[in-house]
């Protein structure tokens, strides 16, 4: 199944794929560890109640020649202990111009729905729709540390 969620940042793309390629990027959005592996929360907000879990974040390698405005960055995460009900994800994080002084920030992500094919069902019915809520709120906790960033 595929999700997405993009934002716009009013900052220079290269600026924003400058933050997000540097090696000392503070991944913290709840993150804890450091490499290219790093323990994450993911989730959904419900109202005001937050309902997260802990995933392996993992930050695949940068490409050696890409210009200075874009970036494409490979992500991915599994959910770490507790029953398989949580679906794995592999994505890209994309930066680019939006225009001259705005920069677009988009997850593409898929996934597979665990539990086989009543998993399926339940993706169609429900699940589908916390996965893209999912998806969001990365993106969006993203985006918020980044400006964080890139304000001063």
């Known amino acids: 199944m595929f999700a997405q969620h993009s934002v716009t940042l009013a900052y220079r793309s290269d600026r924003v794929a400058a933050a997000l390629a540097a090696p000392s990027h503070p991944w913290s959005i709840g993150l804890?560890?450091?490499?290219?592996?790093?323990?994450?929360?993911?989730?959904?907000?419900?109202?005001?109640?937050?309902?997260?879990?802990?995933?392996?974040l993992k930050l695949g390698a940068l490409p050696s020649a890409s210009p200075a405005d874009r970036l494409m960055l490979p992500?991915?995460?599994?959910?770490?202990g507790g029953p398989p009900l949580f679906p794995s994800m592999e994505g890209t994080i994309h930066v680019q111009p939006e225009d001259a002084r705005?920069?677009?920030?988009?997850?593409?992500?898929?996934?597979?729905?665990?539990?086989?094919?009543?998993?399926?069902?339940?993706?169609?019915?429900?699940?589908?729709r916390v996965a893209q809520a999912t998806i969001k709120d990365f993106v969006e906790r993203v985006a918020g540390r980044l400006d964080a960033e890139l304000a001063d």
């Not at 490499?35 to 879990?53: C, N, Q, S």
Request: proline share 5%; aromatic share 6%; glycine share 10%.
């Open 32 to 56: 804890d560890g450091d490499g290219r592996e790093l323990l994450a929360k993911v989730g959904v907000r419900v109202g005001r109640l937050p309902i997260y879990k802990q995933v392996q």
């Open 75 to 80: 992500v991915s995460w599994e959910a770490v």
């Open 102 to 128: 705005s920069t677009r920030l988009t997850l593409n992500a898929c996934y597979d729905p665990p539990l086989g094919a009543l998993g399926k069902l339940i993706d169609r019915a429900l699940m589908h």
